[in-house]
């Protein structure tokens, strides 16, 4: 049998608002790149696509769907990937069961979720649901380590149209609060696996009267890799919430930050103990009759809300104990949804930077800002949040117009961190011991712990550390700034700066090792003073900065560019960020205008179109990569970006005036004189036919539409809303 060529370019086929611009723009996309005998095909990593693709015995043949992920998790392993990756879905419990709804109103026989399985069929579908949740994608595409910055043009115009910022006063009383100690990073044990350590590994719970039960078996260790163990103590997490509640001050909003669709085992359950300890005195009232109704205080108010409804009781004596507690900082004051309503709402990399954007200010209860307590309970990034509210505090708002930018080098290949962690994070089901043992019977950690605490393993590669190092140190002699971001006093980090420092020493460089808290400030002061700057950093860490400073300096994080460089020679190629996603689909909806911004698709494009060039020796997809650029800046300049509102420009006549761009640039060009000729007559058609396309994009902005779903929407109703103007289709075909 012939082997399947490989398609030059992969578009991931993902959720939310930058699936619905998908629509709009892969059409344009894959129009210009046919002119040069370029294939792009798409592979389907939405959440829908992954809960699908796990349960093809309950689906009849037509709506049995390929398992695009492991298949992308196969080809990012070759020289020959080029993945353009958007922003998916990172499930949570909430999403994953709306999700599920959504599919079995559509006609999927899907089975329900099984929150308590007590049968091996049960117990097998929880299973398979379990494998979606969270990071499921990243960790699998992830094959290299990221190189995360903005692009020239975008910077450019951010200093030259400089984006609202809060004032900071120094008596702001906005602060974090974090755990006493008793938390992930004080429990942490890290060791570098030896050459007589490598091989099978096993992990053992050991219960208080002597029973053992194997948590995880089939573990395997290579030479060289880091592994990490720790936990966190549910009594004080609980002690400490009890605590920062009580001392909220009259006036400062109430919050936590966590990031429950990365972490898909561990935050979900930690917010789970905030809700539980905020309605302590409810719960304890009406505790019989909430497990009746089968509430799990890991789904959040609003899923408790929506048991109760109808309780006419139960639903005044929720309201009387939210009313009895400190003001809760809100996720959408007009919908009245708050910061413990769901989950995936509180994303510490969205939430954290928009909040210190705004000059310390969250939005209250009652529809007006104010200070508020960040409570963050790890150690091991919290410091990263208090260090920025503290800097601003002394120094006031950065001058968007002068700063320099900063960039990110983040270890993530392979699984690297905590966010490979899900399939070893345990709550205890009783009090005893966790032990890490090797096959040797070494025992490499041990972790004394009591039921509710919650426990991690987490492991990072030789490789993947020994080629973070190098791109780093690649990336500081490009850009002159730089710092490691690791803390001596932290476990893990130790074990990663005995692999930096002998790196430094031979490449006969000086790159400053500082703990987050300082490399904080370090980056903040460099900025200030107009110096671009590179973060050098683990995964987590990764994730956070790549929202928080592109949000100070450029006022999103989506249209940041992350190159990949996948270990094995191929290119992953990610668009930005998809925190406000949500939100956008929301106003497609509700009135016709989707403002999701595709800046950071036209950055991935021509990046993915140059690569392409390279590796597979196409001259025509260096012009084609050329022009991008070329567009991609007239469309910053000329200010065709979506804006906030129906009427204005939004995702569809960004596109439009992209594809004008991009057509006219290639027009213009002579290093490839057939592609020249070919976009000649489609530059002009699209110019000439401007008025009439723009006019047609515009029509019906402000009223509801159908896409037939949010999860997993309808072709054909999405393609007739996000491509609504016939003059373009039939120029662009």
């Not at 561990?266 to 409810?282: C, K, M, R, W």
């Not at 400030?521 to 683990?538: C, H, S, W, Y």
């Amino acid at each position: 049998m012939a082997k399947t060529e490989t398609p030059d370019i992969i578009y991931t086929k993902v959720d939310e608002a930058p699936e619905l611009a998908s629509a709009s723009l892969l059409p344009i996309i894959r129009a210009f790149a046919s002119a040069a005998g370029i294939s792009v095909e798409t592979r389907n990593i939405s959440l829908a696509g992954r809960v699908l693709s796990a349960f093809p015995d309950f689906l009849t043949e037509d709506q049995r769907v390929a398992d695009d992920l492991a298949k992308l998790g196969e080809l990012v392993k070759t020289p020959e990937a080029n993945v353009i990756k958007l922003p998916n879905i990172s499930a949570s419990m909430p999403q994953l069961a709306a999700t599920i709804r959504e599919l079995q109103a559509q006609g999927y026989a899907l089975p329900d979720y099984p929150e308590e399985p007590k049968t091996d069929a049960e117990r097998d579908i929880k299973a398979r649901y379990d494998a979606v949740k969270g990071s499921a994608v990243n960790p699998v595409l992830r094959e290299g380590n990221s190189d995360r910055r903005a692009a020239k043009a975008v910077k450019a115009y951010a200093q030259a149209h400089p984006h609202s910022m809060g004032e900071w006063s120094p008596e702001s009383k906005t602060h974090v609060a974090s755990m006493p100690g008793d938390d992930f990073f004080a429990n942490e044990t890290s060791a570098t696996i030896t050459a007589a350590q490598a091989g099978g590994a096993k992990i053992v719970f050991t219960a208080a009267d002597g029973s053992e039960t194997v948590l995880k078996d089939g573990l395997s260790y290579g030479e060289g890799e880091v592994v990490d163990a720790t936990f966190m103590s549910a009594r004080t997490l609980r002690e400490f919430i009890r605590s920062e509640i009580a001392a909220t001050e009259p006036g400062v909003l109430f919050s936590v930050h966590l990031k429950a669709t990365m972490m898909k085992v561990s935050d979900p359950i930690i917010f789970g103990h905030f809700v539980a300890v905020y309605l302590e005195d409810f719960i304890a009232k009406h505790g019989e009759k909430l497990d009746d109704l089968g509430w799990n205080p890991n789904y959040g108010i609003g899923d408790l809300e929506t048991r109760i409804k109808g309780d006419a009781a139960l639903e005044a004596d929720l309201k009387a104990a939210l009313g009895a507690r400190p003001p809760l900082y809100m996720v959408d004051s007009d919908r009245g949804i708050t910061n413990l309503h769901v989950p995936s709402d509180v994303i510490i990399d969205a939430s954290m930077p928009a909040l210190i954007r705004a000059g310390g200010k969250g939005w209250g209860p009652d529809g007006g800002q104010a200070d508020a307590k960040c409570c963050i309970p790890d150690n091991s990034y919290a410091p990263v949040y208090d260090e920025t509210i503290s800097y601003f505090k002394e120094t006031g708002k950065l001058d968007v117009t002068t700063c320099g930018a900063v960039s990110n080098v983040g270890l993530m290949a392979q699984k690297a961190e905590e966010y490979g962690s899900h399939p070893t994070t345990f709550e205890m089901k009783a009090d005893g011991v966790v032990r890490i043992v090797l096959d040797s019977g070494e025992v490499l950690h041990e972790h004394k712990v009591e039921k509710g605490d919650i426990w991690r393993s987490a492991t990072a590669k030789k490789a993947p550390i020994l080629d973070w190092i190098k791109l780093g140190i690649d990336r500081t002699k490009a850009t002159g700034k730089a710092a490691f971001w690791l803390d001596e006093a932290r476990a893990h980090d130790r074990e990663l700066i005995a692999y930096v420092k002998p790196v430094l020493e031979a490449e006969g460089i000086d790159i400053p090792i500082l703990a987050p808290r300082e490399a904080t400030r370090f980056t903040l002061e460099e900025m200030r003073a107009g110096k671009d700057v590179v973060t050098i950093t683990g995964n987590v860490l990764r994730d956070y900065l790549t929202d928080l400073f592109p949000i100070l300096e450029l006022g999103t994080s989506a249209k940041m560019l992350s190159i990949v460089k996948l270990m094995n020679g191929g290119g992953l190629f990610e668009t930005g960020a998809g925190g406000s996603a949500p939100k956008h689909v929301t106003q497609l909806v509700g009135q016709n205008h989707l403002r999701w911004d595709s800046l950071g698709e036209f950055c991935a494009l021509g990046e993915s179109f140059k690569f392409l060039a390279e590796t597979r020796h196409k001259g025509s997809a260096e012009v084609l990569g050329e022009a991008v650029e070329a567009a991609t800046q007239k469309v910053l300049e000329n200010g065709r970006s979506p804006e906030y509102k129906p009427g204005q420009n939004d995702n569809r006549t960004s596109h439009f005036y992209f594809a004008l761009y991009w057509a006219e640039a290639l027009a213009a060009q002579t290093d490839d004189a057939v592609l020249a000729a070919h976009f000649a007559p489609i530059a002009e058609a699209l110019a000439d036919k401007k008025d009439a396309i723009v006019a047609e994009l515009m029509e019906g902005q402000g009223e509801a539409v159908d896409i037939g779903g949010y999860y997993h929407p309808d072709p054909e109703k999405l393609a007739k809303v996000m491509r609504p103007s016939p003059t373009l289709n039939a120029i662009i075909g």
